[in-house]
């Protein structure tokens, strides 16, 4: 297909002023109404007819002073003719062309009979090449041609018998006969070449004018399904796909701009949160399919109940905000949600099936308990979350004296939401080392970075993230990040040490633990033999008699396997002979008393014992002080965490001890 430009170009070359000769079988090819070409026709025409005048006139007076009435009849008919092309040239018919030639012909050899052939009759065969070979193409310039060779040859005939009343050299006569013939062909000719080029230029004219068409039609559709599919694009990434509902995001755009609106006019606006509640059981007893419908039932329900201008979003599973443009006052309030519970007096049909449902409910007020938008939605879930504790079918007010601890929890798991979004979880490394202080292995922790460059510690985020169920995600980031670097590790001339990784129990319970780990190993190209997973011992206890078949699959990958924690639990010595692990892991806090407390002495060895006997590894961890150290040292642990050795690195630095080998305070 050509470009844009080479469609322009041929166009631009073509251009209707370039052509000065034009004849009438133009109008075969010119579409009606191209007004431009029309003109230049005529212009044509009415030129021949001005010549022609300049012509008649010198032709009308010989023919007076000759008192040769044909010739003078002849010539006023030759310019009429010209003259109606000229005006009227789409109605040029057959007729008028042929008698035009016609005329042309017979005042030519009318003047050449009566005058000679050295006589203003060789002009007139010369037009009537002209014409016939613009009316009629090649065939009207041989046509014309042969008529004069024929006679030319009657009248040199004529001639010679001396039955006209002129004579003439027989050179000269067939010089000129030559000529005008000749003369007439090439003008005939030339008209004929400039016509086919014309003709040729019009139909690439007409061909480029329907392909622009025809692309033109293209984009068009190109462009309207584009902007369909913005506008689907766009709908999706705002709205809730199944109750078409705006979702969390769209919600908050919409609330920012009515507070900004609310605050200029001293308006009040609430913000309520709707919770069904024990959805969950919804969908265990009926199925997804069922839950699916009530979401879609209960979604317009609450249009229905709420005023055109109110704002109506899914923001959870079974969670719903709605924002009131406008509240006549705080005490409005409470009259509000008992409007709003009756959509949930009517039981919704699953499949047949009445099923009673009902709703919690949590209101937020702007200004009073808010003047953000995020605020007041976390307010008003707040409250829900509050009213949950009252049973269902309650509701709360907010409270900000009340309710700030849940608040803030509400804020970090609304923080946490978007650092999952945007991957800021990044592992440091803390050394482990052997009884040298050699670094033989990792451990990844998690550290999440703040945009202002601060980091926060575990201990600010990992519960709430177990608690919102954010722990999954965030698990896998860390885990994918840790595998990467050390992948690279030996890439980078660093030896290839394993790295341990905290797994979660809620990610240990996950059906997809298993895949998910696969995935990422192969990902990253890290060898499974230097991934250690770490699980907590009631991380394991928890998952019941399935734990041994889980850990026998991690293992199956190539990872090794750490019991963290291990003691704290409530583990039976007899069921952790079955674990397929490696190693546990002594916690700091049966380290920190050691050496002198005896109590934690004798439960540290005994630990190591056992572990040693069921051909475990033993790590110890929070090591601070050289006296640990040196007890376990002689306890025969095996290898050792701690600030004694390093704190936990960026991996910048830790990869900067690994290449000395050793722990950042032992010599
Ligand atoms: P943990 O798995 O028992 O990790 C050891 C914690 O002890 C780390 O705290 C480490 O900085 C700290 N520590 C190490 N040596 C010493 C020492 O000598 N003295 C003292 N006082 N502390 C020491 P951190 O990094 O704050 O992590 C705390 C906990 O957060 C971890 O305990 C782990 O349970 C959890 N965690 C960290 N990262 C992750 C992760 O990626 N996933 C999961 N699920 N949990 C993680
Ligand atoms: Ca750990
Ligand atoms: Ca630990």
């Known amino acids: 297909m050509q470009n844009e430009d080479e469609l322009m170009r041929p166009e631009e070359t073509i251009s209707p002023r370039d052509y000065r000769f034009i004849d009438s079988r133009l109008w075969r090819l010119v579409p009606k109404g191209q007004k431009a070409l029309e003109d230049i026709s005529r212009g044509f025409f009415r030129l021949a007819s001005a010549i022609g005048c300049g012509v008649l006139i010198p032709n009308l007076a010989f023919a007076i002073r000759e008192g040769d009435i044909f010739l003078f009849v002849l010539n006023c008919a030759c310019f009429a003719m010209v003259a109606a092309l000229a005006l009227w040239p789409r109605k040029a018919n057959r007729l008028l062309r042929a008698s035009l030639i016609v005329a042309f012909f017979v005042l030519g050899t009318y003047q050449e009979l009566r005058f000679g052939v050295v006589s203003a009759g060789g002009a007139w065969f010369c037009s009537a090449t002209l014409f016939a070979t613009m009316f009629y193409g090649l065939l009207g310039l041989v046509l014309s041609c042969g008529s004069q060779v024929l006679t030319c040859l009657v009248l040199g005939f004529a001639m010679a018998s001396g039955r006209l009343g002129w004579e003439c050299d027989t050179l000269a006569f067939v010089a000129f006969s030559i000529g005008t013939i000749g003369l007439g062909s090439v003008a005939g000719l030339a008209t004929e070449t400039l016509y086919e080029r014309l003709r040729l230029s019009f139909d690439l004219r007409r061909e480029l004018a329907s392909e622009l068409d025809a692309r033109k039609g293209e984009l068009e559709r190109e462009t309207a399904v584009r902007h369909d599919a913005e506008l689907r694009a766009d709908f999706l990434e705002t709205h809730d796909q199944l109750t078409r509902l705006p979702n969390r995001e769209s919600f908050e755009r919409s609330l920012r701009e009515a507070v900004r609106a609310a605050a200029g006019r001293g308006r009040i606006l609430g913000v309520m949160a709707i919770g069904i ?9 009926h199925g997804p399919g069922a839950s699916d419908a009530i979401l879609i039932e209960t979604a317009g329900r609450l249009l229905a109940a709420f005023r055109s201008d109110d704002l109506v979003a899914r923001s959870g599973e079974a969670d719903f905000l709605v924002l009131l443009s406008d509240v006549k006052s705080p005490e409005d309030a409470k009259d509000i949600i008992e409007k709003i519970k009756r959509p949930f ?5 699953v499949g047949g099936q009445e099923v009673g449902l009902s709703a919690s409910f949590g209101l937020a007020l702007f200004p ?8 007041l939605i976390l307010a008003a879930e707040a409250a829900l979350r509050l009213s949950n504790e009252d049973g269902p079918g309650s509701y709360r007010l907010f409270d900000a004296s009340l309710h700030a601890r849940l608040v803030k929890k509400l804020l970090i798991e609304h923080e946490l939401r978007a650092a999952i979004r945007s991957g800021s979880f990044i592992p440091w490394y803390q050394p482990k080392v052997d009884c040298l202080g050699r670094i033989i292995g990792a451990e990844a922790l998690a550290r999440w970075s703040l945009p202002d460059g601060s980091l926060r510690q575990p201990a600010d985020f990992i519960a709430a993230a177990e608690r919102s169920g954010f722990i999954g995600d965030l698990g896998r980031i860390v885990l994918f990040k840790s595998c990467e670097r050390a992948a690279s590790w030996p890439r980078s001339g660093l030896e290839p040490i394993p790295v341990s990784v905290n797994l979660s129990p809620y990610q240990f319970r996950s059906e997809d633990i298993v895949k998910d780990i696969r995935s990422i190993l192969g990902t990253t190209g890290l060898e499974p033999s230097r991934l250690d997973l770490e699980i907590t011992e009631s991380g394991i206890m928890e998952e019941g008699t399935g734990a041994i078949e889980k850990l026998a699959e991690l293992k199956a990958l190539g990872c090794s396997i750490s019991i963290d924690d291990f003691g704290t639990g409530y583990s039976s010595f007899a069921t952790l002979r079955d674990y397929p692990v490696d190693c546990v892991k002594l916690p700091q806090s049966f380290v920190e008393p050691l050496p002198a407390d005896g109590r934690a002495s004798t439960i540290a060895s005994a630990v190591i014992a056992l572990a ?6 033993v790590v ?5 002080n050289r006296e640990q150290f040196a007890w376990l040292d002689h306890a025969a642990c095996d290898q050792y965490q701690g600030f004694l050795f390093s704190k936990p690195l960026p991996a910048e630095d ?4 690994l290449a000395k080998g050793l722990g950042a305070t032992v010599e």
């Open 345 to 349: 007096d009517r039981s919704f049909n």
């Open 368 to 375: 009073n308990d808010g003047d953000r938008a995020e605020e």
């Open 612 to 617: 040693h006997s069921l051909d475990f590894r």
């Open 277 to 285: 509640d024990r959805f969950m059981r919804i969908n265990e007893t």
């Open 654 to 657: 830790f990869e900067l001890a």
């Open 620 to 624: 110890a961890e929070g090591v601070e």
